[in-house]
């Protein structure tokens, strides 16, 4: 499901919260949206029993946020590998992306130089 949404350019650049340039998956359909949502219902308890950082053990972290986290992971790292470059090179493209961040990607402003380039 990752690397469709991935060739069908379901990428949007973000930054993370400590400012450092970063892809995250979207927009997502209605489709795409009930997919992911079967997918974390189908996820057995194994597989998202990891207690939420800072808070009681008992409190779990939800299958949907781990399978779109895991998503958002996936599309952060794919553009940034050669494989990108098989998905195309039109705007917004992983492949455009991955030559731009490589482009400004220095100095305290580049995330946000990196961004405004994305838009």
Same mark, same amino acid.
């Given at each position: @499901?990752?690397?469709? %949404?991935? +060739?069908? =350019?379901?990428?949007?650049?973000? %930054? +993370?919260p400590r400012s450092? $340039?970063?892809?995250?998956?979207?927009? %997502? $359909?209605?489709? $795409?949206?009930?997919? %992911? $949502? &079967? @997918?974390?219902?189908?996820? !057995?308890?194994?597989?998202?029993?990891a207690s939420v950082t800072g808070v009681p053990p008992f409190l779990l972290t939800e299958p949907r946020y781990l399978v779109g986290a895991f998503l958002d992971a996936l599309a952060d790292v794919y553009p940034r590998t050669p494989a990108a470059e098989g998905l195309g090179g039109r705007a917004g493209s992983p492949r455009a992306a991955s030559t731009f961040c490589r +482009?400004?990607? +220095? =100095?305290?402003?580049? !995330? &946000?130089?990196?961004?405004?380039?994305?838009g």
């Amino acid at each position: @499901m990752g690397l469709q %949404l991935l +060739s069908r =350019g379901r990428l949007v650049p973000t %930054l +993370s919260p400590r400012s450092v $340039d970063a892809w995250r998956v979207g927009p %997502l $359909d209605t489709a $795409d949206e009930e997919i %992911l $949502d &079967r @997918m974390a219902a189908a996820l !057995p308890a194994e597989a998202y029993a990891a207690s939420v950082t800072g808070v009681p053990p008992f409190l779990l972290t939800e299958p949907r946020y781990l399978v779109g986290a895991f998503l958002d992971a996936l599309a952060d790292v794919y553009p940034r590998t050669p494989a990108a470059e098989g998905l195309g090179g039109r705007a917004g493209s992983p492949r455009a992306a991955s030559t731009f961040c490589r +482009s400004c990607a +220095s =100095g305290p402003t580049a !995330p &946000r130089r990196w961004l405004r380039g994305c838009g």
